[in-house]
Nanobody
Framework: QVYLAESGGGLIQAGESLRLSCRSIGRTFNHYAMGWFRQAPGKEREVVATISDSGDETYYATSVKDRFTISREHIMDTVYLQMSSLKPEDTATYYC???????????????????????WGKGTLVTVSS
């Protein structure tokens, strides 16, 4: 069963901004660390950004650092990815994911990577045109 739903993707021009949302469905992930991942055609799924259960700790891949911001709103049980200065190489399907229960830090979530995630959304496509 899918408990996470991403939204906010679309077609956008290079240099513009976009905000993705990941909403919990049918259960809460407020006590989990969470992560955003992306997968471009022909490439492996890679971690983009992660956030601790409390929201106080974050991690960013080098390729998106200083351009993307991950945040969460516990009352809405939602995690966001604010993306700025988008580049064509950011084009991918973006997924949110939650690791196994007990993994609560952003750093650990990033280290576990895609293989360590237990819950996935279906993804939202972001296309950045040049």
């Amino acid at each position: 069963q899918v408990y996470l739903a991403e939204s906010g993707g679309g077609l956008i021009q290079a240099g513009e901004s976009l905000r993705l949302s990941c909403r919990s469905i049918g259960r809460t992930f407020n006590h989990y660390a969470m992560g955003w991942f992306r997968q471009a055609p022909g490439k492996e799924r890679e971690v983009v950004a992660t956030i601790s259960d409390s929201g106080d700790e974050t991690y960013y891949a080098t390729s998106v650092k200083d351009r993307f911001t991950i945040s969460r709103e516990h009352i809405m049980d939602t995690v966001y990815l604010q993306m700025s200065s988008l580049k064509p190489e950011d084009t991918a399907t973006y997924y949110c994911a939650a690791p196994k229960r007990g993994i609560t830090t952003a750093q650990a979530t990033a280290i576990y990577g895609a293989d360590g995630m237990e819950h996935w959304g279906k993804g939202t496509l972001v296309t950045v045109s040049s």
